[in-house]
Every structure is written in structure tokens, then in C-alpha cells.
């Protein structure tokens, strides 16, 4: 006869991994700030380039096009901030269109 299972347990045991996850995820995007510069900026300007950005992400795919590709390109370079374009004067970042 087979063993029931422990659903109880399997569903405990996924929440401790999503919310492993979830702080893997907190901790990556965190790392993702400090190694673009953008912890330079105050919480403030930072909160607004994000949701300027979201918002430019709901109606300009070509935008989003534009950010994946330079997003691609900092990565295979290996991260490095030298690789960054421009200081806020390139129109393709997140108040760019």
C-alpha cells in the first residue's frame, strides 16, 4: 500500500522556498542598483526613474526594445559601469523616448 502524502508539509516547504526566492530576487535587484550607479541617485530620483520608465514600458515597446538591448550589452561586458552611456543625456533611458 502506498504512503499518503503530506500535503500539509509539500505546501509548507514551497512557501519557505517562494519566500527563499522572493529575498534572492530583493537582494539581485539591490545588487542591480549598485552595480549600474544608480545608488548614486536619491531614493526619490531612483523611485521616479523607475516609474517614469514603467509607465514609458505600457505604451513605447520600442523603448523597452532599446532598454533590453543595453541592459544585454552591460551584462556580456560583465557589469562594468564604464560601458554606461552617457550621464542622463542619452535619450533612450527611462525619461528618453
Do not use: C, H
Amino acid at each position: 500500500m502506498r504512503k499518503p502524502r503530506d500535503i500539509d508539509a509539500e505546501l509548507k516547504a514551497l512557501q519557505e522556498k517562494a519566500k527563499q526566492l522572493k529575498a534572492q530576487r530583493t537582494i539581485q535587484l539591490g545588487e542591480l542598483v549598485e552595480v549600474t550607479g544608480a545608488d548614486t541617485l536619491s531614493i526619490e530620483a531612483l523611485a521616479g526613474v523607475l516609474l517614469a520608465a514603467v509607465e514609458q514600458a505600457d505604451g513605447k515597446p520600442e523603448a523597452v526594445a532599446r532598454w533590453t538591448e543595453r541592459g544585454e550589452s552591460f551584462f556580456q561586458t560583465g557589469g562594468k559601469k564604464g560601458n554606461r552611456k552617457g550621464t542622463g543625456n542619452d535619450q533612450s533611458g527611462a525619461s528618453g523616448a
